[in-house]
């Protein structure tokens, strides 16, 4: 059974950084893509961003594109996005997604 788990949202302030992981289980992680999706208060999904299985290819939305940095760790079936330069419209439920599974979340809250 697939399973996702997020961690790493917190209350930042503007021009703050945080750091979110996504633990993977239950498929042959190294095989798949990845990616982070993120919902607002209010607002449907947003992709922000994915990786694809080797690291053959990192994508951005625009909105994220030079402040955040996805990356994986297949030894360790952990997936990360680092966001730097905060912004408050970055406050979302960040979601991790692979094989076809969402996580349940991580809240990131950028506020002065």
């Known amino acids: 059974q697939v399973r996702l788990v997020e961690s790493g949202g917190d209350l930042v302030q503007p021009g703050g950084s945080l750091r979110l992981s996504c633990a993977a289980s239950?498929?042959?992680?190294?095989?798949?893509?990845l990616q982070w999706v993120r919902q607002a208060p209010g607002k449907g999904l947003e992709w922000v961003a994915n990786?694809?299985?080797?690291?053959?290819?990192?994508r951005y939305a625009d909105s994220v594109k030079g402040r955040f940095t996805i990356s994986r760790d297949d030894a360790k079936n952990i997936m990360y996005l680092q966001m730097n330069s905060l912004k408050p419209e970055d406050t979302a439920v960040y979601y991790c997604e692979a094989a076809g599974a969402r996580g349940q979340g991580t809240q990131v809250t950028v506020s002065s």
């Open positions: 990786i694809g299985s080797r690291r053959r290819y990192l």
């Open positions: 239950g498929f042959p992680f190294r095989s798949y893509e």
